[in-house]
T-cell receptor
Framework: QKEVEQNSGPLSVPEGAIASLNCTYS??????FFWYRQYSGKSPELIMS????GDKEDGRFTAQLNKASQYVSLLIRDSQPSDSATYLC????????????FGKGTKLSVKP | DTEVTQTPKHLVMGMTNKKSLKCEQH?????MYWYKQKAKKPPELMFV???????INESVPSRFSPECPNSSLLNLHLHALQPEDSALYLC?????????????FGPGTRLTVT
């Protein structure tokens, strides 16, 4: 059974702090890793994709990938109350069709 | 532009009704997906179309019938649903099916079966 694990939270951080969200996955052959943000009652919004080991930065967001440890993380710098949402980690299943396996999501709350 | 549109936004239907959900994208994507998401759960893949052909059916009950009339449009026909089918139905698209490809979700249709 291929799995993606995330802490369900809630993760509470003060405004302006760094929020750190973590994800581990079970399939060593997974090649693609995504972070989606989902506000309550809304659909998932893609915020980061990462395919190679190391860091990838986009604005206040940094994704980090370590394939050897089967670990991917998302850092949100200068967290804002508008970042309060559930963050879904998604990993491809290693097959040629690229099906996504989602974690259960981490709920982030940024307190003003 | 990474917009996927879905209609209707909300749908309430009885167990004997027939209804359809519609999804559209104009990004030239050749893969389109239907997902189902229950409250506080992650999205679950239902169907994948690649180049207008059904590529994946994740053992979905036949009361859900997908259709891809052209490369921009994806429908999900619903018939004789059960109350447990109430969920957020998400459409997504990607440039093609495969690895190293980003999927973009539409806003979803919230379905309630009474």
């Amino acid at each position: 059974q291929k799995e993606v694990e995330q802490n369900s939270g809630p993760l509470s951080v003060p405004e302006g702090a760094i929020a750190s969200l973590n994800c581990t996955y079970s399939d060593r052959v997974s090649q693609s890793f995504f972070w989606y943000r989902q506000y309550s009652g809304k659909s998932p919004e893609l915020i980061m994709s990462i395919y190679s080991n190391g860091d990838k930065e986009d604005g206040r967001f940094t994704a980090q990938l370590n394939k050897a440890s089967q670990y991917v993380s998302l850092l949100i710098r200068d967290s804002q109350p508008s970042d309060s949402a559930t963050y879904l980690c998604a990993v491809t299943d290693g097959g040629s069709q690229g099906n996504l396996i989602f974690g259960k999501g981490t709920k982030l709350s940024v307190k003003p | 532009d990474t917009e996927v549109t879905q209609t209707p936004k909300h749908l309430v239907m009885g167990m004997t009704n027939k209804k359809s959900l519609k999804c559209e994208q104009h990004m030239g994507h050749r893969a389109m997906y239907w997902y189902k998401q229950k409250a506080k759960k992650p999205p679950e893949l239902m169907f994948v179309y690649s180049y207008e052909k059904l590529s994946i059916n994740e053992s979905v009950p036949s009361r859900f019938s997908p259709e891809c009339p052209n490369s921009s449009l994806l429908n999900l026909h619903l018939h004789a649903l059960q109350p447990e089918d109430s969920a957020l139905y998400l459409c997504a698209s990607s440039p093609r099916q495969g690895d190293l490809i980003e999927q973009y979700f539409g806003p979803g249709t919230r379905l309630t079966v009474t």
